[in-house]
């Protein structure tokens, strides 16, 4: 049995964070000692392990939820697990393609920079355009 200190050490995840994942419902209630200090066992820290490497590969919380569910029933096929990823990679592309865009827009907006004054500044400019941004964006 792990106290609270152990586990977190041992997922390199902090305390806060366990005790929040046990608020949400993704860590069932430990069990606890007669002076009320948490213990986990082994299944705890594999799925402590398990949420962990899920939010390194940027899965949402809900999305986490649905794969422990899933987990926890072994008969269900493969395919609802398979949704879920690829959902989450088409999430991700989405994304991927949003921060190129963002990253080609200030590339243009720093060759434009003519280095001059402040009051010239072409990044300050297109920063200030709102309106450009709200119509480019809007869709």
Same mark, same amino acid.
């Given at each position: 049995?792990?106290?609270?200190?152990?586990?977190? !050490?041992?997922? +390199?995840? !902090?305390v806060q964070t366990i005790r929040y994942y046990e608020q949400v419902g993704l860590l069932p209630d430990p069990g606890r000692t007669?002076?009320?200090?948490?213990?986990?066992g082994h299944a705890d820290l594999d799925r402590l392990a398990f949420i962990r490497?899920?939010?390194?590969? +940027?899965? +949402?919380?809900?999305?986490?939820r649905e794969l422990l569910?899933?987990?926890d029933r072994p008969d269900r096929p493969c395919a609802d697990v398979d949704a879920i990823a690829r959902r989450h990679l088409s999430?991700? =592309?989405?994304?991927?393609?949003r921060l190129e865009a963002?990253?080609? =827009?200030?590339?243009?907006?720093?060759?434009e920079c003519g280095a001059g004054r402040v009051a010239d500044c072409r990044v300050l400019e297109v920063l200030r355009d709102h309106e450009e941004c709200l119509t480019d964006h809007s869709s």
């Open positions: 049995m792990l106290t609270i200190g152990a586990l977190a !050490k041992r997922t +390199g995840t !902090k007669e002076g009320g200090q948490r213990r986990y490497h899920a939010r390194d590969l +940027g899965f +949402g919380l809900s999305a986490i569910d899933l987990s999430d991700m =592309e989405h994304r991927i393609a963002l990253r080609v =827009e200030l590339e243009r907006m720093l060759a």
